[in-house]
């Protein structure tokens, strides 16, 4: 079936370090969401990328969609101690179904 | 807005109990979801509903079970409880697009 996977599976950093989390989808994506969780919270939406290739910023973050919109990728540059939590991709399935596969999450710790 | 509320938030059960989770949307979203999360496993989707009336298994549906009679709610039943169930529930809303998560629904089996 549909697996969506995201490497590393943990990332300790020094503040002030950048961090770049992957994401590989074993078909290809509708489009890519990826989302944060804060430890003991729920996920909450970053961002979406739908066309192949595409490039997105917010502040510090950069997030990529391959061009065979199978992988995805998300870039911190300078991390701060606010950045801590689990970055999860979630890919849309192109069945018409709305389905999204989230993939394993990559948990950031920062350290001051 | 509320958002996304899931009921109830803790809940211990024994093996073979049964139990219903609630989740309720006040943002009139046509999509709703329920996935389950594991330590190191990401979040897998149990069961989804692309409207009021409708419901179509996810990647992990054994064992479970869904409703959608009201567009608000979505309602996620385990009729006969295994440890192997005992996970973190979180259901989710999207119109579509962006999902909204709830506060998530912590379920320990013993």
């Known amino acids: 079936g549909q697996q969506v996977m995201q490497i590393p599976q943990y990332q300790h950093v020094q503040e002030g370090e950048d961090f770049t989390t992957y994401c590989n989808s074993s078909?290809?994506?509708?489009?890519i969401q990826w989302y944060k969780q804060r430890p003991g919270g729920h996920p909450v939406f970053l961002i979406q990328?739908?066309?192949?290739?595409e490039v997105k910023k917010q502040k510090r973050l950069t997030f990529q969609f391959g061009e065979a919109k199978k992988n995805s990728s998300l870039h911190i540059t300078a991390t701060q101690t606010t950045d801590v939590g689990t970055y999860f991709c979630?890919?849309?399935?192109?069945?018409?179904?709305?389905?999204?596969?989230f993939g394993t999450g990559t948990r950031l710790k920062v350290l001051a | 807005n509320a958002g996304v509320t899931q009921t109830p938030k803790f809940r211990v059960l024994k093996t073979g109990q049964s139990m219903t989770l609630l989740c309720a949307q006040d943002?009139?979203?046509?999509?709703m979801y329920w996935y389950r999360q594991d330590p190191g496993m990401g979040l897998r989707l149990i069961h989804y509903?692309?409207?009021?009336?409708?419901?179509a298994k996810g990647e992990v549906p054994d064992g479970y079970n869904v409703s959608r009679l009201k567009k608000q709610n979505f309602l996620l039943g385990l009729e006969s409880a295994a440890p192997s169930q005992t996970s973190v529930y979180f259901c989710?809303?999207?119109?579509?697009?962006?999902?909204?998560f709830g506060e998530g629904s912590r379920l320990t089996v013993l």
């Open positions: 989710a809303s999207s119109n579509p697009g962006e999902l909204f």
């Open positions: 078909t290809t994506l509708s489009n």
């Open positions: 990328l739908v066309k192949s290739g």
């Open positions: 979630a890919g849309l399935v192109p069945s018409g179904t709305y389905k999204y596969i």
């Open positions: 943002m009139n979203h046509e999509y």
């Open positions: 509903s692309v409207g009021e009336g409708t419901t």
